[in-house]
């Protein structure tokens, strides 16, 4: 009983803290706040729409102009044109345009009399998601535009409309969008980004919280709070963090998969739960660093660093498999990697806990960081024998 009274009073002391540091509440529930309204609403159409695309049109046809028509008509691509190669170029390295293709003089002569002229596309790939959108446009209008004009041809030749598609598209491709049929980018993101973000924070506050009191001097009044305990300290100074990170990211995954209808194949209760052991494990992380680093400055530098690795690691832009090996095993150490590998089986797949019961494992593993500091971060409590600022 009296273990349960120090961890109560520790918590009621760092309630307290929490209400007269603004700070804590600003860096946790603002922050994450402000990153779900940015990133919903930064592709609230979905995909991104009317990126300018350059056209270089030498021919002036009739098919070249229909080409231009029907690239400004889809939804991504809204042409710029341009009179010369040299001013298209310009546009492209200043950053006016992500694409731009050229029409060579001549173009609709050549394709009568089955010449096959060349339709050249230059794409500037510094911008990955602009460059690869605007070059799926343009290839995919090259094509239909070539298999139309076969169409025509075949059909001078007296052949019917299905003779012409065999022998044009003699395989037809069936695709299906796993897991996201609406080729939702903002479900793409926001699903490995928010996760992130919610990791980011409760390393970087976790570690303030436990490594302010060493800055202020204040860890032997928090330890004569909790009658002398360390462990009675920490854990009532981690639940109140533990409660809120928790709700924080349990209403994430409301917004994310009740409200605006991301995939969800499995259940949100195993996201639920999935989110809750990515908190204990962040908070070991954070523990660990701190522990190992009793100066605050320098074990919020080392935070920072280890939380923005985590978004490369994580294998939701580049797969991890295709990373070299010792990547490989360095991407086990971040707890967003193996929260990202639950949701996939959880919510792409729906796979239930069976699918995903090693990720479990292996975020409970990090809790078993603490205890490897937790003797030196005592002695720290105790001591003050450190450098403050």
Known sequence: MKFLHNITAVMRRELRLMRQRPVYLLASVGVMTFCMIFFLTLLRDRIPQDLPVGVVDL???????????????????????????????????????????VIPE????????NRQPELTMYVNTLYFVGGALSYKELLTLANLS????QREVFRAKGMDDNAIMAQIQPIVIDAHNIGNPAADYRAFLCNALIPGVLETIIILVTVYAIGSELKHGTSRHLL?????????????????????FTMMGIICDLILYDRMGFPMA?????????????????????????????????????SALYSMLAFSLAGFSLPVEAMPPYIQGLATAFPLRHFYLMYVQEGIFGSGFEGWYTQVIALMCFLALPPLVYRRLQKAYIDLNFPRK
């Open 59 to 101: 021919d002036e046809s009739s098919l070249s102009r229909n080409f231009i028509r029907q690239l400004d008509a889809t939804r991504i691509g809204k042409t710029v044109g341009f009179s010369s190669y040299s001013e298209a170029r310009k546009a492209l390295q200043t950053g006016k345009i992500s694409s731009f293709c």
């Open 146 to 149: 070539s298999g139309a004009v």
């Open 224 to 244: 004569e709070k909790a009658g002398g305990s360390m462990t009675a300290a920490m854990l009532g100074k981690l639940i109140p963090y533990t409660v809120l």
């Open 266 to 302: 499995g259940s949100i209760w195993n996201m639920f739960l999935g989110t809750f052991l990515l908190v204990l494990a962040s908070e070991a992380v954070a523990f660990f660093i701190v522990g190992t680093l009793p100066v605050l400055r320098l074990s919020i530098s080392i």
């Open 106 to 113: 001549g173009f609709y002569s050549e394709v009568l009399a």
